[in-house]
């Protein structure tokens, strides 16, 4: 109660969440279906609703607990990552290359579409996933003028 009484008009902004939805609270500041489909991927494995079903009062402490609350770690330990990577990655009929380095991300119409390896060689596809620092993301492998690109927000 003491902090109701403190802070009235945030504990009313946030119990205003209560009544809307998450896509609601997201479109306010994104356009992007594919940002939709990655929250929807979020609010599916922690609270078990798409971004349409779940309150957003309940997908923003979500959201903030899972970004701010700690860091999770797979079973055992992060070193027999790789090797499960590497297996389901061959099971599904995906191709490794070891010893290549990715030296830049690949851009198409402002979008990441590939990257390109320390061989040359040019890889591209739908979705990219990057695991490493933000220093590297933005100071080696994103060009300076696509790390300055907001895509698809709204202002």
Do not use: Q
Not at 100 to 124: A, H, M, Q, W
């Amino acid at each position: 109660m003491r902090m109701v009484l403190r802070h009235p008009l945030s504990f009313a902004r946030f119990l205003s969440f209560l009544n809307s939805s998450a896509e609601k609270l997201l479109s306010r500041y994104f356009t992007d279906p594919e940002i939709f489909k990655f929250f929807d991927k979020l609010t599916s494995t922690y609270c078990y609703a798409t971004v349409k079903e779940a309150p957003a009062v309940l997908a923003a402490i979500m959201f903030v607990d899972n970004h701010e609350g700690g860091s999770y770690y797979p079973a055992g330990s992060t070193l027999f990552l790789p090797g499960k990577l590497e297996k389901v990655i061959e099971e599904n009929r995906g191709d490794l290359f070891p010893g290549k380095e990715v030296v830049s991300i690949l851009f198409n119409k402002g979008r990441p579409s590939g990257v390109k390896l320390n061989d040359d060689t040019e890889l591209y596809a739908k979705n990219i996933i990057y695991s490493g620092t933000v220093w590297n993301l933005y100071g080696k492998l994103i060009e300076r003028p696509f790390a300055s690109t907001k895509l698809s927000m709204k202002k």
